[in-house]
């Protein structure tokens, strides 16, 4: 994904919040958490340098899913493996309370690392016929190790909490699939519907910062592909033909108001033609023309008016021209992850007070695309939060030089894995702490 903006978005912005669960000692446990991470690191890193190593594309991570079950079963959780293809759930019962999902991916992707780091990806893998490079240049590994970290410090701190844990490793969130695999695999029947969710991912910021946001964190993306179907003809003798140019062009116009007239002013819609394809000469009518774009929004109702209104909109157009009916796919893309406002407020508050001016409260949605959403839209109240993994050192340096800094799916994009997994780790087990007090 592309989560670059959604945390340049949140630099430098921060507010007030809610306050943190009254009975949750946020410094207190914060300081029981380094201790056990501090302990157990060079483990993570281990592990995190090992399955940095090894990538594995979507559906295809059987060797990091086994490696990640196994950390599960050590530290005493109970692991299904295979639930959703390469899918892993990890169960640890600990008293009455709420069961609560922590999330981590499992994929890399197909391209090749140019970081030189000394643990770089050499993997090579077939895809789509092909024999390509993997690389976990998203940071799914920092994940995974964040995740085990986390449920390292959840165990080792169960006398502070109440409740169920259920960690999912999930495959293919950069190929698409992965969590409407597990919930199709019984994900919830089988091992309970969680309370409430949380999930992170790593982009280019500081190692150390935490960024979060209430509410819509990331934009609906869809596409459309429309051909209007006219009749082709002599350019000098329009009433023997039925113009799909002019089909075209009426359509490109008349579907702005969709945006303009039949949304709420105040939400987020945009419809942009892309492309348009048709016809091959001045004096020569077509038999069609196909308009290609993309349809953005954040709220659900948003999306679903504006593809109502673009179908609509074609239809009248074919109808005007007396043409038969257009051809018109709209495709569904990434749906939009929407923190729930009060989970987020509250893990906010606990991470203002253990990170204070490390945790950035994002005030405006990104642009980014991300699976977890489907988590969210199965009923899921959740929060998904962002970490830093950049190297300060190396960020001031290239900030001096006017240089770009890598983020996620460039071949040099290398997150510093100490602080890095340490504040992932250290955000993510606060943040269940806070909601399993006893
Ligand atoms: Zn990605
Ligand atoms: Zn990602």
């Known amino acids: 994904m592309n989560i670059r903006s959604l945390w340049l978005a949140g630099i430098g912005l921060m507010a007030g919040a809610g306050p943190a669960s009254a009975a949750f000692d946020v410094t207190a446990a914060k300081a029981g958490v380094a201790r056990i991470l501090e ?10 340098k090992d399955i940095h190593a090894h990538p594995e594309l979507g559906l295809t991570e059987v060797r990091t899913a086994a490696k990640l079950a196994g950390e599960m079963r050590a530290i005493g959780f109970e692991v299904t493996e295979s639930v959703g293809k390469t899918g892993v759930v990890a169960i640890y019962k600990n008293g009455p309370g709420p069961l609560v999902m922590v999330r981590t991916e499992l994929d890399a992707l197909p391209m090749e690392e140019k970081t ?9 893998q077939m895809w789509n016929g092909k024999e390509v490079f993997v690389d976990h240049s998203c940071g799914h590994d920092i994940h995974m190790a964040s995740w085990v970290g986390a449920a390292k410090a959840l165990v080792a701190l169960k006398g502070q909490w ?34 409430m969710g949380f999930a992170l991912h790593v982009g280019s910021e500081p190692a150390g910062q935490v960024s979060y946001k209430p509410g819509v964190l990331t934009s609906n ?15 000098s003798m329009p009433s023997a033909a039925i113009d799909p140019i002019l089909m075209g062009a009426r359509f490109i116009v008349d579907v702005q108001s969709v945006v303009s007239r039949e949304k709420d002013a105040g939400a987020f819609g945009v419809i942009t033609i892309g492309a348009i394809e048709g016809g091959s000469a001045g004096n020569i009518i077509p038999d069609h023309v196909r308009l290609r774009g993309t349809v953005r929004s954040y709220a659900p109702e948003v999306r679903k008016g504006l593809a109502d209104g673009i179908r609509r909109t074609a239809a009248a157009v074919a109808a005007m021209a007396g043409a038969p009916a257009p051809d018109v796919k709209i495709i569904t893309g990434s749906t939009a992850v ?14 203002k ?16 695309s991300e699976d977890y959403s489907v988590f969210v ?19 001031a340096e290239a900030k001096a030089k006017g240089l770009e800094i890598p983020f996620n799916h460039s071949p040099q994009f290398a997150p510093l894995p100490g602080p890095t997994i340490r504040t992932g780790a250290t955000a993510m087990t606060l943040a269940v702490m806070n909601v399993m007090q006893p």
């Open 162 to 195: 109440r409740g169920t844990l259920m960690f999912i490793a999930q495959p293919a969130e950069e190929s698409a699939g992965g969590p409407e695999d597990m919930i199709a695999d019984k994900l919830f029947e089988r091992f309970g519907k969680p309370a």
């Open 221 to 235: 993306s869809d596409s459309i592909d429309i051909q209007f179907n006219g009749r082709g003809g002599h350019g």
């Open 39 to 48: 302990a157990e690191y060079p483990r993570l890193d281990a592990l995190y």
């Open 377 to 395: 839209l199965a009923g899921i109240p959740s929060m998904y939060f962002g970490i830093g993994g950049g190297d300060p050192a190396k960020i």
């Open 353 to 368: 007070a253990a990170f204070g001016d490390n945790a950035v409260r994002d005030e405006q949605p990104g642009s980014a």
């Open 338 to 351: 929407v923190n729930d406002d009060a989970l987020a407020e509250r893990t906010g508050a606990v991470f």
């Open 116 to 124: 030189g780091l000394p643990y770089a990806s050499t993997a090579k």
